[in-house]
């Protein structure tokens, strides 16, 4: 089995690896597994409860926990989990604009899941990724 690295950003990362001991990404060989991210503010945890802006962040927020394990960010994401609360067309629409906006040059796999509840009261939306990064290319 390849060598597992983990990462924790700075600001929330950090805080919950310490709070609730798990990292935000890991990296197996040539893939970036990404915990699903959330509209948080990187710094300071704050949840912005209107859809599209928590969507907005929620795929900065990948795009940081990305490049902090060392990619380039959603050029190398292949797969796309997200998670809703509710699942609904704005919800959609907005998932939908970000990964044009994100991913011009490429479309990746997309599951998507209604949920009845997610890590944290004001959380809308919770996306993971994985993407693949030859370390060193």
């Known amino acids: 089995m390849a060598e597992l690295t983990y990462y924790a950003y700075k600001g929330v990362g950090h805080r919950n690896l310490e709070q609730f001991s798990y990292n935000q990404a890991v990296r197996v060989g040539d893939r970036i597994e990404c915990a699903g991210q959330g509209g948080w503010d990187p710094s300071t945890g704050v949840i912005n409860t209107e859809i599209n802006a928590q969507i907005d962040q929620a795929f900065t927020n990948v795009d ?3 490049k902090d394990a060392g990619g380039k960010g959603w050029e190398q994401v292949f797969r796309v989990t997200s ?3 509710p699942l609904n067309e704005e919800a959609l629409g907005a998932v ?3 990964l044009k906006c994100w991913m011009p040059n490429h479309k990746p796999i997309w599951t998507v899941l209604g949920v009845s509840r997610l890590g944290m009261d004001d959380m809308r939306v919770e996306i993971e990724v994985v993407a693949h990064d030859p370390q060193g290319k």
């Open 64 to 66: 940081l926990c990305l």
């Open 83 to 85: 998670y809703h609360i």
């Open 96 to 98: 939908v604009r970000n």
